[in-house]
């Protein structure tokens, strides 16, 4: 506290448990409600000044990044990068999958997703706070997004899945290893399989693939003969128990996936798209 002398009030949300009133260093501990209190009292002059001055080419926020040697740097992100950024990004998926609507296109206002990735970081920021106010706030989208937060401990613990078979996200964004920690589950289950229905579920996963094959870049799209009986008796089902029946677009980045994660998946009819960027091109390239 001694060393942050450019701080002076730190306001905390839960201050049960919390006796001081200040710290060593001179910063003072106010509760949520005590700040909004405050706020009440004071004029929207200053802010309302401060709005107007603000230039599209301004610092927007600093995002910290991973791509640093020593100590951490952050990168400052004007307003225009992240304006144009969140345009991009969601009408790039607006087109592809749709907004607004469910997973068969069916009109649907609310859109979902759970947030449990650093919000410091660029792909927390943009996919957790920027892309759904961004959504939100365009007419055109006819729609509304809730976020819901994770469980500080459901990536630790594997109970992620929890949240998914609760939430049941409409988008949904995992790193490499969180979609590996799935598959690996998956494939324990799958190994106690035998009989008619491992016979059944290896033809039905065939279909799967061959449609994934058909959907990288210089594909047809097409979807091979019965893909929509395997859709019925085997991927309905995998996505029901995973909680990504009504995902839409799920997708991957901050790190290399194996191609043998991205086939595994593929299989059972869920599409994960791979993401590549910087932070400091706020995102997505």
């Given at each position: ?6 701080v ?14 200040s ?9 949520w ?12 002059t200053?802010v ?11 610092c927007?926020?600093?995002i910290?990044?991973?791509g ?6 952050a990168?400052?992100?004007s307003h ?20 607004g ?32 106010v961004?959504?939100?706030a365009?007419?055109k ?24 078979q ?26 106690s399989?035998t ?25 047809s799209?097409?979807?091979?003969c ?7 008796i085997v ?9 990504l ?7 991957t980045?901050a ?26 091109c706020?995102?997505?390239?």
């Open positions: 506290a001694d060393q942050v002398k450019d002076n009030t730190i306001v905390v949300w839960n201050t049960v448990g919390i006796t001081e009133t710290l060593p260093g001179g910063q003072a501990i106010v509760s409600p005590e700040m909004i209190k405050t706020g009440q009292d004071q004029s929207d200053a309302d000044q401060r709005l107007a001055n603000i230039r599209p080419g301004h927007c926020c600093l910290y990044t991973s640093t040697t020593g100590m951490p740097k990168v400052m992100v225009d990068n992240i304006y144009f950024e969140a345009s991009c990004v969601m009408g790039l998926i607006g087109g592809s999958v749709g907004n609507l469910d997973i068969n296109g069916v009109p649907d206002n609310e859109e979902r997703l759970i947030s449990y990735l650093p919000l410091s970081h660029v792909a927390g920021m943009m996919v957790d706070i920027i892309c759904p961004a959504l939100t365009n007419p989208n006819n729609c509304y997004t809730v976020v819901h937060f994770a469980r500080p401990y459901d990536l630790k613990l594997g109970t992620l899945k929890n949240s998914l609760s939430i049941q996200p409409t988008f949904f964004i995992g790193v490499p290893r969180v979609w590996e920690k799935i598959s690996e589950t998956m494939k324990a289950i799958g190994a399989i009989g008619v229905k491992k016979k059944v579920s290896t033809t039905m996963k065939a279909k799967g693939l061959a449609h994934w094959r058909n959907m990288e870049m210089g594909g799209g097409a979807y091979p019965c893909y929509g009986l395997a859709e019925k991927f309905s089902k995998v996505k029901g128990n995973l909680g029946d009504c995902c839409k677009f799920g997708f980045g790190a290399p996936i194996m191609v043998d994660t991205l086939a595994y998946f593929g299989q059972l009819g869920i599409q994960i798209n791979e993401v590549y960027g910087m932070s400091e706020t995102g997505a390239c």
